[in-house]
């Protein structure tokens, strides 16, 4: 690791323990990815003695990405099975049967 003047330490998803997560309510959102997802992701912190020296530590940083062929079109996506999120379906209850039966539910004809 390469030091730099006025740092106290550097997080990494081998640093967390328990869940690297932060998704509200599916899990995949990784705080600190071990593999970048895209561009411009957090891949770890710095702690410093000042905000300015932290930035300074953090261009240090030597992060390689692999250049991939971009998915542009929405067809390409689904014929690659290449998506933004994974699908997740959330039932609990009958909704549409308590939405009508509501007295604050009116049809609007």
Same mark, same amino acid.
């Given at each position: 690791?390469?030091?730099?003047?006025?740092?106290?330490?550097?997080?990494?998803?081998?640093?967390?323990?328990?869940?690297?997560?932060?998704?509200?309510?599916?899990?995949?959102?990784?705080?600190?990815?071990?593999?970048?997802? $895209? $561009?411009?992701?957090?891949? $770890?912190?710095?702690?410093?003695?000042?905000?300015?020296?932290?930035? %300074?530590?953090? &261009? %240090?940083?030597?992060?390689? $990405?692999?250049? &991939?062929? +971009?998915?542009?079109?929405?067809?390409?996506? &689904?014929?690659?099975?290449?998506?933004?999120?994974?699908?997740?379906?959330?039932?609990?209850?009958?909704?549409?049967?308590?939405?009508?039966?509501?007295?604050?539910?009116?049809? +609007?004809?």
């Amino acid at each position: 690791m390469i030091k730099s003047e006025g740092v106290i330490a550097v997080v990494t998803a081998d640093d967390i323990v328990g869940r690297n997560d932060v998704g509200a309510v599916y899990d995949g959102d990784p705080i600190f990815p071990k593999k970048a997802e $895209y $561009y411009g992701q957090p891949l $770890y912190a710095v702690a410093a003695t000042t905000t300015e020296l932290a930035r %300074k530590a953090v &261009l %240090k940083a030597k992060i390689s $990405y692999k250049t &991939l062929k +971009p998915i542009i079109t929405i067809k390409e996506a &689904l014929k690659k099975k290449s998506f933004v999120l994974k699908e997740r379906i959330i039932k609990k209850g009958e909704a549409l049967k308590a939405i009508e039966s509501s007295r604050m539910f009116k049809r +609007p004809f």
